[in-house]
């Protein structure tokens, strides 16, 4: 969506046009999705902080300034709305929760079993590593280097710096790394031998 | 320079967000420092996985679906919706009827069951079990009955019994300390969806009340049924955070008009068991009284169903106190 889309359906959205709204929000959906799931971990909790996010996002929408692009806004609504998912969830520890099952049930795919159940053990290996870490540094590297934003709209998605944001993302990395050596050892191979 | 610095440069230039120049003085740092160079190649490696990996995706009916009940929770804050969307609007307003409704049915809770049990008790409401081979797994169904039931006959009928206006019906189940309700909208679209005149628009409300969450609402999806088709709708849900997350299919199903009574029948499915709870009664349309209508206790869970009627506009009615 260009910009000057996107400020119609903003403005439409805080004379209190619902339809303008979802319109913004179906152009994030997906990604935003990503995100959630990729920060709690199942589709049931991702679902509770994507319902969460856009109520949020309808309720504040004439807050919004336009200062920064309508995705980044959302999504810095959505990672509090994961925060706070989080804090209800209360004793619930980060990477516990039914992860393994739902997230083989979010990989669909290849045709050979094996090639499936390859594909299921390191959707499940990568989802459980992302519910280890730290809270701020899983939003971090799933925004950069699942997502593809650029530092500044990371940065401005977590309402941090964008020094204190890259410092994140590294941290993150050598933590994932950490936990998913096996596969790194494997794809290393595979990669050497293309 | 720092391992701390470089293995953050290191990092940025894995997204390719780093300056020529500081690409220099990290592959001066490199060549110095093995445990950075470690760092480096990992972090490659880390990357080409996430490429390898599957995204996580929704389909668009989990879209639709989420969509709804965002209106829904967006009508109950009161939030403004926009002058031309009258259908949504009204779907939102009956979905949010329902749940009103049951948070006053909830209130009166024990009296209702207490006047169930003794109903069941003198053999006005009958329970039976089957169990049905399905797909190689013994499923087991429990069907909760009133005697007063009416003879099934045309859905359409049924249909058309209910003239211009919205029925409501609700019902909700206990199972393991954690109260489910389901509130069903159905009502002609007629008149709002002209291109679907024999259309029936059904909203429902599906809410979880668990002592240490409270009430949440957790769907309220909107389906499109025709008369005459078989199954009105199913509807998978997923329900409740933690560990009382539960699975439910919902399928509901409007019976006959006979006698000025209408059947109306609730399947609720946790599908993590697949025990299937059937429960059935019947109401007189327009009588604008909430009434419990089939009740039992299938182990330590206590299922029961309570229906609703009144006119659209008006407001819920409160309930029959026991």
Request: proline share 2%; glycine share 12%.
């Given at each position: 969506?260009?910009?000057?889309?996107?400020?119609?359906?903003?403005?439409?959205?805080?004379?209190?046009?619902?339809?303008?709204?979802?319109?913004?929000?179906?152009?994030?959906?997906?990604?935003?999705?990503?995100?959630?799931?990729?920060?709690?971990?199942?589709?049931?909790?991702?679902?509770?902080?994507?319902?969460?996010?856009?109520?949020?996002?309808?309720?504040?929408?004439?807050?919004?300034?336009?200062?920064?692009?309508?995705?980044?806004?959302?999504?810095?609504?959505?990672?509090?709305?994961?925060?706070?998912?989080?804090?209800?969830?209360?004793?619930?520890?980060?990477?516990?929760?039914?992860?393994?099952l739902e997230g083989s049930e979010a990989v669909s795919g290849a045709a050979d079993p094996q090639q499936r159940a390859a594909a299921h053990e390191l959707h499940d290996a990568l989802q459980e590593a992302l519910c280890s870490l730290p809270a701020d540094?899983?939003?971090?590297?799933?925004?950069?280097?699942?997502?593809?934003?650029?530092?500044?709209?990371?940065?401005?998605?977590?309402?941090?710096?964008?020094?204190?944001?890259?410092?994140?993302?590294?941290?993150?990395?050598?933590?994932?790394a950490r936990k998913l050596a096996p596969y790194l050892d494997s794809a290393g191979e595979a990669h050497h031998a293309m | 320079m720092r391992c701390r610095n470089a293995r953050i440069l290191i990092s940025r230039g894995i997204d390719g967000k780093l300056p020529m120049a500081d690409n220099a003085s990290v592959q001066?740092?490199?060549e110095k420092c093995p445990d950075c160079a470690h760092y480096a190649e990992r972090c490659r490696a880390l990357q080409r996985l996430i490429g390898q990996s599957v995204a996580p995706a929704a389909d668009r009916s989990y879209w639709a679906e989420l969509s709804a009940r965002v209106a829904v929770a967006a009508a109950q804050d009161g939030a403004q919706t926009a002058p031309g969307l009258r259908?949504?609007?009204?779907?939102?307003?009956?979905?949010?009827?329902?749940?009103?409704?049951?948070?006053?049915?909830?209130?009166?809770?024990?009296?209702?069951?207490?006047?169930?049990?003794r109903e069941t008790a003198r053999g006005a409401l009958t329970s039976t079990t089957t169990t049905t081979d399905l797909y190689g797994f013994d499923t087991s169904a429990v069907l909760i009955s009133h005697a007063q039931q009416p003879e099934p006959t045309e859905q359409?009928?049924?249909?058309?019994?209910?003239?211009?206006?919205?029925?409501?019906?609700?019902?909700?189940?206990?199972?393991?300390?954690?109260?489910?309700?389901?509130?069903?909208?159905?009502?002609?679209?007629?008149?709002?969806?002209?291109?679907?005149?024999?259309?029936?628009?059904?909203?429902?409300?599906?809410?979880?009340v668990t002592a240490d969450r409270g009430p949440r609402l957790i769907s309220a999806p909107t389906l499109m049924i025709?008369?005459?088709?078989?199954?009105?709708?199913?509807?998978?849900?997923?329900?409740?955070?933690?560990?009382?997350?539960?699975?439910?299919?919902?399928?509901?199903?409007?019976?006959?008009?006979?006698?000025?009574?209408?059947?109306?029948?609730?399947?609720?499915?946790?599908?993590?068991?697949?025990?299937?709870?059937?429960?059935?009664?019947?109401?007189?349309?327009?009588?604008?009284?909430?009434?419990?209508?089939?009740?039992?206790r299938v182990g330590d869970a206590h299922y029961a169903l309570f229906v609703s009627t009144y006119e659209r506009g008006e407001p819920p009615p409160s309930g029959d106190q026991a």
């Open positions: 969506m260009d910009i000057d889309a996107e400020r119609r359906l903003v403005r439409r959205s805080q004379a209190g046009d619902r339809g303008a709204f979802d319109a913004l929000i179906r152009a994030h959906r997906d990604r935003a999705y990503r995100l959630a799931y990729r920060l709690t971990g199942s589709h049931a909790d991702a679902d509770d902080v994507l319902q969460e996010a856009w109520l949020r996002g309808y309720r504040g929408i004439t807050e919004f300034g336009g200062r920064a692009r309508f995705g980044t806004w959302f999504f810095r609504i959505l990672l509090r709305a994961a925060a706070s998912h989080r804090r209800r969830l209360g004793r619930r520890a980060d990477g516990e929760g039914g992860t393994a540094q899983r939003g971090a590297v799933v925004l950069v280097a699942f997502e593809g934003l650029s530092y500044a709209e990371a940065a401005e998605a977590q309402g941090c710096p964008e020094g204190t944001l890259a410092w994140r993302v590294a941290e993150a990395r050598r933590r994932l | 001066r740092h490199l259908l949504s609007r009204l779907i939102s307003c009956l979905a949010a009827g329902a749940c009103l409704i049951l948070f006053v049915m909830l209130l009166g809770e024990r009296s209702r069951v207490a006047q169930l049990r359409r009928a049924a249909f058309e019994a209910l003239g211009d206006y919205y029925q409501g019906e609700l019902g909700w189940m206990v199972q393991d300390g954690a109260q489910t309700a389901l509130g069903v909208s159905v009502y002609p679209s007629a008149r709002e969806v002209a291109a679907k005149e024999e259309a029936l628009l059904v909203g429902i409300a599906v809410v979880t025709l008369p005459g088709a078989e199954a009105n709708f199913r509807l998978a849900e997923t329900g409740g955070t933690g560990p009382r997350r539960l699975r439910y299919q919902c399928a509901y199903e409007r019976g006959a008009a006979a006698d000025g009574l209408v059947e109306v029948a609730l399947e609720i499915t946790p599908l993590l068991d697949g025990k299937a709870v059937k429960l059935s009664g019947a109401v007189t349309p327009g009588d604008r009284t909430t009434r419990p209508v089939a009740y039992n």
